[in-house]
C-alpha cells in the first residue's frame, strides 16, 4: 500500500514545526511539501542546513527518528501520493 500524505506524511508535522517553516512552506500543506519534497527530506537528514525539526532545546520536536525519515522518503518514491 502506498504511502499517503493526508494519512500518513501530514500527521507527523506538529503545530510547532508548521509554524516554524511557514516563511519557506507550509508543511499542512499537501502541494507545497510535495512541491519541496526533496528539500524538507535534505533537513530532515541535516544535510545543507541544520536538521528539522529542531531539537528541543530550540524549541522542536526532532530531530526525527530514522524509521518517520524512511516513511518520508518512501512517500517521496511512490509518488508523493495526496
Known amino acids: 500500500m502506498a504511502v499517503s500524505f493526508a494519512a500518513d506524511i501530514r500527521p ?34 541535516g544535510i545543507g542546513g541544520a536538521v528539522m525539526p529542531p531539537p528541543q532545546s530550540k524549541g522542536g520536536d526532532g530531530p526525527w527518528p530514522a524509521e518517520r525519515i524512511a516513511l518520508f522518503e518512501r512517500w517521496i518514491k511512490d509518488g508523493c501520493q495526496p
Open 12 to 45: 507527523l508535522f506538529t503545530k510547532i514545526d508548521i509554524d516554524h517553516m511557514t516563511s519557506m512552506f507550509d508543511l499542512s500543506d499537501y502541494e507545497d511539501v510535495k512541491s519541496n519534497a526533496d528539500g524538507i527530506l535534505e533537513r530532515l537528514k
